[in-house]
């Protein structure tokens, strides 16, 4: 759905996307994670035909973005950084507007515009200049303007931003909405929480692409695959037993409590808790030690950075 | 369709925007209120006194006419002035703050992203703030011409209703005005600030006001011909800088730049 070949922006000598390689599978949530000024936003322009990239190509749901700019737009939706709505305007003309800039006929517009704002509870307020709206309802308008013509790919820059927890989750719940729907959606954030819960892959990138995978691949990647063990009774012969498993990779052991690297622990946990049980230790339970995406992320920018 | 969907956004735009609206509606009311009262003031004095006497040696081209009317035609040439270039000057200030407006309220960005071409988004902007204005200037000048008539004489009607001024009035302030903006649309998308943005605007006014003083003096002879001459050429420079304000509008630089 989305491809770049070599993707590179240059400013004034100063390179902010450099060499990206991507794609990006239809229907898929695809997070876009990075530092500030890491050439998030930069690619998402580049893609949405903004702006022109200095070296490479990518393509848009089957178009050049080099020769087929109308139709890239025109087969998009865009969320940007800020709303960037017409205060002196109420939303339904807001909409209304953009809605005729995408050659959507009359009552198509009626209905597009009526669907999506009864979604996001906007219907109601669908009069009101957007001036006195909140920066939730100014973020859900905007989200509405860029799905209007039904785009397959969307773009969302920093989609919850500045937003309360309530208005985030609104917003969250619709992305994930318009997922199942099957668009394609690429997601920049800084919240990695929102990645982790909204993705399927997510890219790093900092100039250049530092990692791009599943968030699960990731942590396998960077930490491999953990068990924690609670034992009530643990003992020394029970730890020294573990590590002399062949499967045990690393072994910490303390506060009741064994954290095992393990390959595959899908088949080798009930070999790991059967030998803890002959030993006569009292299992409190087993869980897989997961890392969060933060630091996941944290781990891949500090290796780029002493790389 | 689009160029279309820009104008009436913009339209609506400056409705609900009492400040702007109000001065394109007020300013040429009060303008051709205060020519009328003018008018009004001299024809009281020629009821009075049967004369009017002017404070200086009046004009060659006004010799043949009575002391009265001389006065009159004069200050009459000066108000048409007034009407050729009311559409001129009226929406520099609305294409200043076009695109400058577009860039602070962050909506620039979104606007891009749709299919619009950058023709389309000048030219819609463009023909939004010259038409209130030329509109606000005819219906100023059909209410002189209106209310005129009670307070001069024929000799000085006729110069207010010559073909000239009408045809100038009619045709050449509205090509005039839309090169104008677009000259202040070029500004508001050249720089940051919507004050110079204005200000530069602002100094195509000055090669107009002579333009219409040579006519009042009879430096430009204005025949039918010499009028659509000027006419056909101030609507190609209206095309050749809508060209150039085109390729002025750099999206990138718009879009990366404004901070």
């Given at each position: ?53 200095t ?6 749901n ?52 009526k ?33 209007l ?19 985030a ?50 942590r ?5 695959r953990?068990?924690v ?37 899908e088949?080798?946990?009930p070999?790991l ?35 | ?32 209120a ?51 270039i ?19 309220a ?11 071409r ?9 023909v ?28 000085v009607?006729?110069?207010?209703v010559?073909?000239m ?8 302030g ?32 000055v ?47 718009i ?5």
């Amino acid at each position: 759905m989305i491809r770049t070949e070599g993707l590179t922006r240059v400013f004034d000598g100063h390179t902010a996307v450099e060499g990206l390689d991507l794609e990006v599978r239809e229907g898929e949530v695809f997070g876009f994670l990075g530092p500030n000024g890491a050439g998030k936003t930069t690619t998402m322009r580049m893609l949405a035909c903004l702006i022109a990239p200095t070296q490479g190509t990518a393509w848009v749901n089957g178009h050049s973005i080099a020769t087929e700019p109308d139709a890239v737009r025109a087969s998009v939706g865009i969320l940007t950084e800020s709303p960037g709505l017409y205060d002196r305007l109420s939303a339904e003309r807001n909409l209304d507007v953009f809605a005729r800039l995408y050659g959507l006929s009359e009552e198509r517009r009626k209905t597009q515009i009526k669907r999506y704002l009864q979604l996001l509870d906007l219907w109601d307020q669908r009069d009101r200049p957007v001036g006195g709206f909140s920066k939730g309802m100014r973020q859900k308008l905007a989200l509405v303007r860029a799905l209007l013509h039904e785009p397959p790919v969307v773009f969302l820059d920093e989609p919850t931003a500045a937003l309360d927890p309530q208005a985030a989750k609104t917003v969250r719940d619709f992305i994930a909405e318009l997922s199942r729907e099957g668009r394609t959606i690429f997601l920049c954030t800084h919240n990695l929480d929102e990645a982790e819960r909204l993705c399927d892959r997510i890219a790093v990138l900092r100039t250049r692409l530092i990692a791009l995978d599943t968030p699960e691949n990731l942590r396998r990647r960077l930490f491999g695959r953990r068990t924690v063990v609670r034992v009530r009774n643990l003992a020394p012969e029970m730890v020294s037993a573990v590590r002399a498993l062949p499967f045990v990779h690393g072994l910490e052991a303390g506060d009741g409590q064994l954290t095992v690297d393990l390959a595959d622990p899908e088949a080798e946990n009930p070999q790991l808790v059967a030998r803890l049980v002959g030993l006569g230790a009292e299992v409190q339970y087993v869980t897989e030690l997961r890392h969060s995406l933060e630091e996941v992320y944290l781990s891949l920018i500090e290796e780029e950075k002493t790389a | 369709m689009r160029v279309r969907t820009i104008i009436d956004k913009e339209w609506e735009e400056i409705i609900r925007n009492r400040g702007v609206f109000w001065s394109l509606v007020l300013l040429p009311l009060l303008m051709t209120a205060i020519f009328l009262g003018v008018l009004f003031f001299m024809h009281l004095e020629v009821v009075r006194t049967g004369t009017l006497s002017s404070n200086g040696q009046l004009p060659a081209y006004l010799a043949m006419y009575s002391p009265a009317d001389a006065v009159m035609i004069m200050m009459v040439n000066q108000f048409m002035i007034y009407f050729l270039i009311a559409p001129v000057a009226l929406p520099i200030y609305i294409a200043a703050y076009s695109v400058i407006g577009e860039k602070q309220a962050r909506s620039l960005e979104p606007l891009l992203a749709t299919p619009v071409r950058t023709w389309e988004l000048l030219l819609g902007k463009a023909v939004a703030a010259v038409v209130p204005p030329v509109i606000a200037g005819w219906l100023s000048y059909v209410l002189f011409v209106i209310i005129a008539r009670f307070l001069v004489s024929d000799v000085v009607m006729r110069f207010i209703v010559a073909p000239m001024w009408v045809l100038s009035i009619a045709f050449l302030g509205p090509l005039f005005g839309v090169l104008s903006v677009l000259v202040g649309i070029i500004a508001s998308s050249r720089m940051n600030d919507p004050r110079a943005a204005q200000q530069w605007s602002a100094l195509f006014l000055v090669p107009l006001i002579g333009a219409g003083m040579a006519m009042m003096f009879g430096v430009i002879a204005m025949s039918v011909w010499t009028f659509v001459a000027g006419a056909v050429l101030v609507a190609a420079v209206d095309v050749v800088v809508l060209r150039v304000a085109v390729r002025l509008f750099q999206r990138e630089a718009i879009l990366t730049r404004w901070k």
